[in-house]
């Protein structure tokens, strides 16, 4: 069977409104000709005659009459569909979103965006999920809606991504600990037994890279797989944490930070979704809220 032309469905609503071959021509913006070729095509196309003659005017068939109200909700509906969405109502949105953040990052910025989306959107609710990797599937696959990083080679090409903040390591030592009184130098800093956060378990990085340029080596205590582990171990004890500045900010309380006694590259911690939701008026919303938060 053969797929029906939908344009008709414009067509026939016009007919069926108008009631007349050339009102309806008008209103779609077609010659009479053109609307009467339709009309044409629509008896073919139904098995009726939908319009016949009375006198100077047309008249609806009974089937026209049972299609009249139904074409004008089809052709509504389709109409809907195809126009941009609508202003957002705020103050009646009822969604859940998943951010998804390595640990930190809740901790530092979700209250400000919290305390924004419960006097703007109070039906909407976050869900934070810890990020192990850099995978971007579970952006693809709808699971995820937001996402933070920085962005690299893993990351998945399609991607929308926006820069919230630019980044440092700093170093990280409890109360009390040596570091924390005096000029902290290379050598000081070597010396010192260290923590290292590695998703991969690797000890060496761009910190190890500078020290080595100076003829130092830092000498490693423990590896571990998140900023928050590595801090809660330099609050116990005397190692030495080296976390992002801002992205830790909260988790750093009671702690003391100082900045690293050789260069490393800073960063930029970005926001991650899928180009799906590029346009959708909500998504659009938080994103603003979440680069507000970081950039108070």
């Known amino acids: 069977m053969a797929t029906p032309d939908l344009n008709l469905l414009l067509t026939l609503d016009a007919l069926l409104a108008e009631g007349s071959v050339a009102r309806a021509a008008r209103r779609l913006q077609l010659s009479p000709s053109a609307m009467s070729r339709a009309l044409a095509r629509l008896r073919d196309t139904t098995g009726d005659p939908l319009l016949v003659r009375a006198g100077r005017d047309l008249v609806p068939t009974p089937r026209a009459l049972e299609l009249r109200e139904r074409v004008a909700v089809l052709v509504q509906d389709a109409q809907a569909v195809l126009r941009p969405a609508d202003t957002l109502d705020l103050a009646r949105l009822a969604r859940s979103f998943t951010l998804r953040t390595r640990e930190g990052f809740a901790e530092s910025f979700a209250p400000a965006l919290l305390a924004r989306i419960a006097s703007e959107a109070p039906g909407v609710r976050l869900r934070f999920v810890q990020k192990p990797d850099k995978d971007s599937t579970p952006l693809r696959d709808g699971s995820v809606d937001l996402e933070t990083g920085v962005v690299g080679p893993e990351t998945g090409p399609e991607l929308r991504a926006q820069s919230l903040f630019r980044d440092r390591h700093i170093g990280v030592v409890r109360h009390g600990h040596p570091l924390g009184e005096g000029e902290v130098t290379p050598a000081r800093y070597a010396a010192a037994r260290h923590v290292v956060v590695s998703r991969r378990g690797r000890e060496q990085g761009p910190v190890d890279e500078a020290l080595r340029a100076l003829g130092l080596q830092r000498e490693v205590g423990a590896v571990v797989d998140s900023f928050a582990t590595a801090l809660a171990l330099a609050r116990a004890?005397?190692?030495?944490?080296?976390?992002?500045?801002?992205?830790?900010?909260?988790?750093?309380?009671?702690?003391?930070?100082?900045?690293?006694?050789?260069?490393?590259?800073?960063?930029?911690?970005?926001?991650?979704?899928?180009?799906?939701?590029?346009?959708?008026?909500?998504?659009?919303?938080?994103?603003?809220?979440?680069?507000a938060a970081c950039n108070p």
Request: overall charge positive.
């Open 237 to 291: 004890c005397d190692l030495v944490a080296c976390v992002p500045e801002r992205h830790t900010a909260a988790l750093r309380t009671g702690l003391h930070s100082f900045a690293l006694p050789v260069a490393t590259p800073g960063f930029a911690v970005a926001l991650l979704w899928h180009p799906r939701l590029d346009a959708d008026p909500a998504h659009r919303w938080l994103r603003e809220l979440v680069r």
